[in-house]
Nanobody
Framework: VQLQASGGGLVQAGGSLRLSCAAS????????MAWYRQAPGKQRELVAI???????SYIDPVKGRFTISRDNAKNTVYLQMNSLKPEDTAAYYC?????????WGQGTQVTVSS
């Protein structure tokens, strides 16, 4: 499984970005997909998950501001990020869980200026 993330950039606090992650393969619909982030000097943390069946989960700091979604016809998962804060600054990584195996895309940098 190959994952290609895009959509990062520089935005002012309060702004919005939408990240996209395109996956290879024909079984995307059965993958559990997630977005992680890693800020400088910090551990990578899970941000949001969307299961193959469509259920979603978020960490508390992004609840109400971020929305994860998927388009199985396009083999793509999205992360809509609204009301961005400087503390959201990080490299964002998409992740696919296939059985017990995790696949990672390259990071896309999100920088939120105050």
């Amino acid at each position: 499984v190959q994952l290609q993330a895009s959509g990062g950039g520089l935005v002012q606090a309060g702004g919005s970005l939408r990240l996209s992650c395109a996956a290879s393969g024909t079984l995307f619909r059965v993958y559990d997909m997630a977005w992680y982030r890693q800020a400088p000097g910090k551990q990578r943390e899970l941000v949001a998950i969307i299961a193959s069946g469509g259920s979603t989960s978020y960490i508390d700091p992004v609840k109400g501001r971020f929305t994860i979604s998927r388009d199985n016809a396009k083999n793509t998962v999205y992360l809509q990020m609204n009301s961005l804060k400087p503390e959201d600054t990080a490299a964002y990584y998409c992740n696919a869980k296939v059985g017990l195996t995790h696949y990672w895309g390259q990071g896309t940098q999100v920088t939120v200026s105050s």
